[in-house]
């Protein structure tokens, strides 16, 4: 608020809605239009409520039909409730309704006819794909036990030793057929005589 303007933000911005509608006289429109110039936010404020109501756009009136009201007026004090003409009103709204239902309950009967369908088509393709044999199932199997594994564990490798010392055999071979100062495996004779010199005397 400026010392030049006597309006509080509070007092302006309970002024804004009504300023916005047109329903202030120029008395009070005058000072809130002096305030909104010199206080930036009750402008924000105002500029948010206008920008608020541009989403709510009044809607026209429906067009009401010339002499509309002198019939029903007369109508009324002809002692007609419009029971009749309401009771056909229905009846034409009944039938656009049952005809939906009746619709309605095609599409449902067709869906269900259609899901039951799926249903045993799937079961006769689970059959066509699932193996037919007697040992291909993994349930028919026992549980084995972590021993037994252990044992048939401990039998493959016995059986697997040869053909991995055959495998190893051409290895060994190789490294006794080099000299022993080219062997990566054996130290040196001046490496051995090195660490005998350092080690501590006891």
Not at 3 to 15: G, I, N, Q, Y
Not at 119 to 133: H, M, N, Y
Not at 136 to 140: E, G, I, P, R, V
């Given at each position: 608020?400026n010392?030049?303007?006597?309006?509080?933000?509070?007092?302006?911005?309970?002024?804004?809605?009504?300023?916005?509608?047109?329903?202030?006289?120029?008395?009070?429109?005058a000072?809130?239009?002096k305030?909104?110039?010199?206080?930036?936010?009750?402008?924000?404020?105002?500029?948010?409520?206008?920008?608020?109501?541009?989403?709510?756009?009044a809607?026209?009136?429906p067009?009401?039909?010339?002499?509309?009201?002198?019939?029903?007026?007369?109508?009324?004090?002809?002692?007609?409730?419009g029971?009749?003409s309401?009771?056909?009103?229905?009846?034409?709204?009944?039938?656009?309704?049952?005809?939906?239902?009746?619709?309605?309950?095609?599409?449902l009967?067709?869906?269900?006819i259609?899901?039951v369908?799926?249903?045993?088509?799937?079961?006769?393709?689970?059959?066509?794909?699932?193996?037919?044999?007697?040992k291909?199932?993994?349930?028919?199997h026992p549980?084995?036990?972590?021993?037994?594994?252990?044992?048939?564990?401990?039998?493959?490798?016995?059986?697997?030793?040869?053909?991995?010392?055959?495998?190893?055999?051409?290895?060994?071979?190789?490294?006794?057929?080099?000299?022993?100062?080219?062997?990566?495996?054996?130290?040196?004779?001046?490496?051995?005589?090195?660490?005998?010199?350092g080690?501590?005397?006891?």
């Open positions: 608020m010392r030049a303007d006597p309006m509080e933000c509070t007092d302006a911005k309970l002024l804004i809605p009504s300023y916005l509608d047109g329903e202030l006289s120029e008395a009070q429109a000072p809130l239009r305030h909104l110039l010199d206080c930036q936010p009750c402008r924000a404020s105002a500029q948010g409520e206008k920008n608020l109501k541009l989403w709510f756009v809607q026209a009136a067009a009401v039909p010339k002499g509309f009201a002198a019939r029903v007026a007369r109508r009324a004090f002809a002692g007609d409730t029971e009749r309401l009771a056909g009103a229905e009846l034409a709204i009944a039938a656009p309704v049952r005809k939906d239902a009746d619709s309605l309950r095609f599409v009967q067709l869906t269900s259609a899901a369908l799926l249903i045993f088509l799937s079961i006769a393709v689970r059959q066509q794909t699932l193996p037919s044999g007697g291909l199932m993994a349930d028919d549980e084995i036990k972590f021993e037994r594994a252990l044992e048939e564990l401990d039998q493959l490798n016995r059986a697997d030793a040869p053909a991995q010392r055959q495998l190893a055999a051409p290895e060994r071979q190789r490294a006794a057929a080099q000299p022993a100062g080219q062997r990566l495996d054996q130290p040196s004779a001046a490496g051995s005589n090195q660490n005998r010199a080690e501590p005397k006891q």
